[in-house]
Structures are given as C-alpha cells and as structure tokens.
C-alpha cells in the first residue's frame, strides 16, 4: 500500500510539474517580443508636411490585434530612423498611451479619421507611467523615433497617407 501511495504522489508530482512546464510556456511565448527585424512585415506610410517639403516615406508595422497593440514598441532597444509602428482604431475616439516598459523615448502623433496630425506629443519619456492622451478623437497613433517629429518638421495639420484614413493611398 505504501509503494500505491508513493507512486500515486510522484504521479500527481509529475503532472504538476508538467503542467507548470506547459503553463510556463505558454506564458513564456504569449509574451515574448521580438524587435523589430529588417524582414518584419512592414507597411508603407507617408507624411505631407503643411510646408511643402518633400513627403516623408516610413516603414511601419501596424500593431492591429489587442496584443499588439498592449505591447506596442515595450522591450525595444533601438528604433531605426524611417521606421515606426501604427496603432489603428476601428473608430475614432479618444486614446491613451504611456511608456511602461518602453526603452528608448518616442513622438507620439495622433491621427484623425481623414489623416490630419490632430497632435503630437513629443519626446515621451522611457519607462514613464505618465498617461498622454490623443485630446480629441483620433483613428490612430503613430509612434516614431523621439526627436524626429522636430528634426523632419512634422506637425499638427500635416497629412498622413495609409489605407486606414479615409482617402488613403
């Protein structure tokens, strides 16, 4: 009887062990982020700056799955210049973003349904909690390198082409 019980215990360990092993795994992968690879799926959107300059070409991934969109740009170190991810909404509305977990500072730039730059908020802090709201109903929000809003002249009132705003390319 107690060579039954022994082996009942080490069998009841075993799928315990096993179980937490699977669980583990699956908790490992569900949250795992890869950075942004050269040969990631990456989609083509352009700025029209209010001042005429030269459209700006960017190689975005667009983070379209609830969990994509959780994770955004978290875990990243480094963001390649021309490169970024875009959030889209299935309507407009008001979003908020924040920078937990994200390594490297970001311009955030809010876009309305029609792809004008409602607003951008640069700079935003890495790892920061604060909470940066779109102030108003916007359609999406594409994240780029922090700085390069100022350094390429982008702005409030300037257009974004993507096929998710109304009249897109």
Do not use: C
Not at 19 to 44: N, T
Not at 98 to 122: C, Q, S
Not at 124 to 142: D, N
Request: charged share 20%; proline share 5%.
């Amino acid at each position: 009887m107690a060579l039954t019980s022994h082996n009942s215990l080490l069998s009841h360990r075993a799928v315990t062990t096993a179980l937490f092993a699977f669980l583990a795994a699956i908790v490992a992968g569900f949250w795992h982020v890869a950075p942004l690879q050269a040969d990631a799926e990456l989609e083509q959107l352009t700025i029209v700056t209010a001042s005429g300059a030269k459209p700006l070409s960017f190689n975005i991934e667009v983070a379209r799955s609830p969990r994509q969109k959780a994770i955004g740009l978290m875990y990243r170190r480094n963001l390649a210049a021309g490169r970024g991810m875009l959030f889209p909404y299935e309507k407009e509305q008001e979003v908020s973003m924040w920078m937990k977990n994200t390594y490297i500072p970001l311009d955030m730039l809010f876009i309305k349904a029609n792809g004008e730059i409602h607003r951008v908020a640069a700079m935003a802090e890495p790892f920061s909690e604060r909470i940066i709201r779109s102030e108003g109903p916007v359609k999406a929000v594409l994240e780029i390198a922090g700085g390069d809003a100022k350094r390429l002249g982008i702005a409030a009132g300037d257009k974004v082409q993507h096929p998710i705003f109304s009249g897109g390319h």
